[in-house]
């Protein structure tokens, strides 16, 4: 191969390089925009930063509208600000492409996880003919029900970021929406925030004992605030992380 051959093919790979930087380079702040709805969720519960042990005990009522098995203020607040809040989301996410198709005339595929958020939405609207109910700190964490894991909105959230990471190629994204979907379906399905299945509770307990499940109260795990904290911090990193890089 001649040297301007090898040239001309160098150079076709910088433009390709270059070109691809410009279409996902915008992916930043969809992810903030999607990572925001789980932090100003903390807003919904009674006591944010303490534990349903803490706060004096009580019930807990399911579907979670809140998004985590945790005391909140009112259900019809939770469910308002979901249905307000989560559309808002998606319709600035749809603005912000819309704005770069104009700006940097790059397209990608944006529709997607605004789609899987809309699904999302629905699925809340679902909840409504789900199995309703509720349980006091005695009965959580004494069993996992995979299908109360399903009964909180936090898993459209999830889901939009999932789809947002596939079509922005975004490895980071993807990863982020699968611990957030990870962390809010076991919460949820043991009904404790911060709550373990019987068999991380045997691995974590040395491989001796009964697996009967239990709670991880390190970093606060078991209050609605850290635990949300924890759940869209890789989010939050990997959205500034490509943010700075855009600079």
Do not use: N
């Amino acid at each position: 191969m001649s040297a301007d051959a090898a040239d001309v093919l160098a150079e076709m790979g910088r433009l390709k390089a270059r070109s691809r930087a410009l279409a996902h380079g915008g992916a930043w702040l969809p992810a903030l925009v999607l990572a925001a709805l789980p932090l100003l969720s903390i807003a919904l519960y009674r006591s944010p930063f303490s534990s349903i042990a803490e706060a004096g005990g009580g019930t807990i009522e399911f579907p979670y509208w809140a998004g985590l098995p945790e005391q909140q203020r009112t259900s019809l607040g939770s469910y308002l600000f979901w249905l307000i809040a989560a559309p808002l989301a998606f319709g600035l996410v749809g603005q912000w492409y819309r704005h770069r198709e104009r700006r940097a005339g790059v397209r990608v595929p944006w529709r997607i996880p605004v789609a899987a958020g809309a699904t999302g939405l629905l699925c809340l609207l679902a909840l409504f003919a789900a199995p309703s109910g509720q349980h006091g700190p005695g009965w959580a964490g004494a069993a996992t029900s995979w299908w109360q894991g399903l009964l909180t909105p936090l898993l459209g959230v999830a889901a939009a970021v999932i789809a947002l990471g596939i079509i922005e190629r975004s490895a980071g994204i993807t990863l982020s929406g699968l611990w957030m979907a990870a962390l809010a379906w076991q919460f949820c399905a043991t009904g404790l925030v911060g709550g373990l299945t019987g068999w991380q509770s045997w691995v974590l307990g040395g491989g001796s004992g009964p697996a009967l499940g239990g709670q991880l109260t390190l970093g606060g795990m078991d209050r609605p605030a850290p635990a949300l904290l924890i759940m869209t911090a890789p989010l939050v990193l990997t959205a500034v992380y490509r943010a700075v890089r855009q600079k």
